[in-house]
T-cell receptor, first 109, second 113 residues
Framework: EDQVTQSPEALRLQEGESSSLNCSYTVSGLRGLFWYRQDPGKGPEFLFTLYSAGEEKEKERLKATLTKKESFLHITAPKPEDSATYLCAVQDPGQNFVFGPGTRLSVLP | GAGVSQSPSNKVTEKGKDVELRCDPISGHTALYWYRQSLGQGLEFLIYFQGNSAPDKSGLPSDRFSAERTGGSVSTLTIQRTQQEDSAVYLC???????????FGSGTRLTVV
């Protein structure tokens, strides 16, 4: 059975304090790993898709990396507007998506 | 439309009543998904429509839940005889191609009292 865990559950950073969020997964044949951002009261917003170990993608202050067992979302010099819940999801060959519980990020000014 | 539209945005219903939740996907998106998100929980897959194929209903929690998609566009999720444990945010998402990720709507917050 596909499983996705995320750590930490919540993270509080000072503005400019870089850190990383972790997504660990077990899946029977990874078709893709997805990162989403979710703001309160809104649906998740797509950030990245990663397909294979060693792949990296960047968008503004965010960089996602992928290994065979986990993915990291690195946040460089975060700003208060980066505060959100970050969700990780995996897709298996059957096109089933499994989401992790998310990491709640707060960036304080 | 420009995004995925869901209605109503909020719904309060009495236990035992039926509810219908609507999702208007992005025009041209062939894939449509329904998820449920409970407070502090991850997204729980409910049902998946892809083009004209039979839907994947494997995530529906009970036979009180059903969904249809008319004309490959608008979808309706119906919950019969609602229970308090059905209270959650119901999210709809559509996708043109799986690798692009989903575009989610803002969800319907269902409260069963």
């Amino acid at each position: 059975e596909d499983q996705v865990t995320q750590s930490p559950e919540a993270l509080r950073l000072q503005e400019g304090e870089s850190s990383s969020l972790n997504c660990s997964y077990t899946v029977s044949g990874l078709r893709g790993l997805f990162w989403y951002r979710q703001d309160p009261g809104k649906g998740p917003e797509f950030l990245f898709t990663l397909y294979s170990a060693g792949e990296e993608k960047e968008k503004e202050r965010l960089k996602a990396t992928l290994t065979k067992k986990e993915s990291f979302l690195h946040i460089t010099a975060p700003k208060p507007e980066d505060s959100a819940t970050y969700l990780c999801a995996v897709q298996d060959p059957g096109q089933n998506f499994v989401f992790g519980p998310g990491t709640r990020l707060s960036v304080l000014p | 439309g420009a995004g995925v539209s869901q209605s109503p945005s909020n719904k309060v219903t009495e236990k035992g009543k039926d509810v219908e939740l609507r999702c208007d996907p992005i025009s041209g998106h062939t894939a449509l998904y329904w998820y449920r998100q409970s407070l502090g929980q991850g997204l729980e897959f409910l049902i998946y429509f892809q083009g004209n194929s039979a839907p994947d209903k494997s995530g529906l929690p009970s036979d009180r839940f059903s969904a249809e998609r008319t004309g490959g566009s608008v979808s309706t999720l119906t919950i019969q005889r609602t229970q308090q444990e059905d209270s959650a945010v119901y999210l709809c998402a559509s996708s043109l191609e799986w690798s692009y990720g989903y575009t989610f709507g803002s969800g319907t917050r269902l409260t069963v009292v």
